[in-house]
């Protein structure tokens, strides 16, 4: 895994109940981007370095909105399809 400041990071939540979790890397303390990563946390804004593992996925800033409006996309779908409407 390899980063680049300003590239985000996310961890997907693996328990029922638990979300994951999504921060954007600040610093990347490797001269090849691999990890530690010191990364501002969006759910609760502490920063903090991070040893991601498996879970976890480094995407850019572009890749990070392509998945957003795919995301945007499946639900509006589903919203319409509980509502009867198609758009």
Known sequence: MHAR????????GH???????RGQILEVRSADG???????????GHTSL????PDARVLTPAELAE???RARKRFDAVQDE?????R
């Open 5 to 12: 400041a300003g590239d985000w990071i996310a961890i997907e």
């Open 15 to 21: 328990t029922t109940g638990v979300a994951g979790q």
């Open 34 to 44: 691999s990890p530690p990563f010191l990364v501002h946390w969006l759910s609760d």
């Open 50 to 53: 991070c040893f991601p593992g």
């Open 67 to 69: 998945a957003d409006e």
């Open 82 to 86: 509980l509502s009867g409407n198609s």
